[in-house]
């Protein structure tokens, strides 16, 4: 979407995991390493993803609505 490199991808990670569970090749519960920090996944056995890590602040901004043509 022309957002380019990101340092992580909290989506892109959980997928992984579970494609990687689902194969047998890793534990239910993992570490996975990205260039923004480690994030832990675990399928849970009651078939919930729950990923826990470090959330920062990357941006912040504001915007005029009238800058878009809304009112």
């Known amino acids: 979407r022309g957002a380019g490199l990101t340092l992580a991808c909290g ?4 997928a ?11 534990a239910r519960k993992v570490t996975v390493s990205l260039p923004g920090g480690d994030l832990q996944i675990e ?20 915007f005029d609505p009238a800058d878009f043509g809304a009112a």
């Open 43 to 62: 399928w849970t056995d009651q078939g919930r993803i729950v990923m826990t890590g470090p959330a920062t602040e990357s941006f912040r901004g504001d």
């Open 16 to 26: 992984t995991a579970i494609g990687a569970m689902r194969r047998g090749l890793v």
């Open 11 to 14: 989506t892109g990670a959980c």
